[in-house]
């Protein structure tokens, strides 16, 4: 079995990254098994039944009432550390999240003070970040991890495994899904799937009007567009309409009372 995080346990000495099929990426190196960059293990707590959340940053979350339901899950999963000033709506319980660093990190390099701020919000929250996919990331995303060691932070942070994705990407293309690069929120959800007994998703919705036809913004916290050619999230909603179909997990749109 293929682990989904890198760990000094898992990870072998001599290895290479995924290809995304949206870039021939050039080989990066990983670091060895011994290395502090890596944790020495990566585990998710033993609890049954297990209640998961899948929290998305969609704007169909907005006024959703949904933030006290997300807040009684057992375990919580977000996407690129989003606000949590609407904590009515999204909740405010977090035991994993994303941290892309083509997002989140762009400033790294002159300031590292807000990221790490910005991290606490989330604290003791595991940070997970794709590092070893293309250089840029593993740069950025080192940075990173340095910078909540040098400001003392408790958080554990925890890299994406390429193997994995790979085996994942493989795996869905022959379900039907090609898309130029899986996103997070997919990635995540065939986590919570393998250790939960329940999964419910939040925040997942790829379009610009609600059910009802009201306009909605892209996030729930603000109307930035995805950038294009990256992702495919109506394609992916359509599998996870089809697993909600099966009752395989839990879709939520719209509100929560």
């Known amino acids: 079995v293929t682990p989904l995080y890198l760990s000094q346990f898992v990870t072998p000495i001599v290895t290479t990254p995924a290809m995304f099929t949206h870039c021939v ?10 290395s502090p960059v890596l944790s020495p293990t990566v585990s998710f707590p033993a609890l049954s039944p297990l209640f998961c959340a899948v929290v998305a940053n969609g704007g169909i979350l907005l006024n959703s009432c949904c933030g006290s339901e997300i807040d009684r899950a057992d375990y919580v999963f977000r996407f690129n550390l989003p606000p949590l000033n609407y904590s009515d709506d999204v909740g405010r319980k977090t035991n994993l999240v994303t941290a892309a660093p083509s997002v989140v990190y762009a400033g790294l390099n002159e300031r590292r003070g807000p990221f790490v701020d910005l991290a606490k919000i989330y604290e003791p929250a595991m ?4 590092a070893f996919f293309i250089k840029i990331d593993t740069d950025v995303s080192l940075k990173a991890y340095y910078a909540l060691i040098d400001f003392k932070s408790q958080q554990k942070v925890v890299y994406l495994n390429p193997y994995y994705l790979s085996k994942l990407a493989r795996y869905w293309k022959k379900k039907g899904l090609v898309v130029p690069q899986l996103s997070s929120g997919f990635m995540m959800i065939n986590t919570a799937l393998e250790i939960c007994d329940k999964v419910t998703l939040y925040g997942f919705w790829p379009f610009s009007e609600d059910p ?33 179909s099966k009752r395989i997990l839990n879709l939520k749109v719209g509100k929560c009372f």
Request: some cysteine; glycine content about 2%.
């Open 25 to 34: 990426c050039p080989k990066v190196a990983i670091p060895f098994v011994t």
């Open 127 to 130: 940070i997970l970040m794709s």
């Open 212 to 244: 009802n036809g009201k306009p909605i913004p892209h996030h729930y916290y603000d109307d930035r567009p995805p950038k294009p050619d990256v992702h495919s999230m109506p394609n992916e909603f359509f599998f996870y309409s089809r697993m909600y």
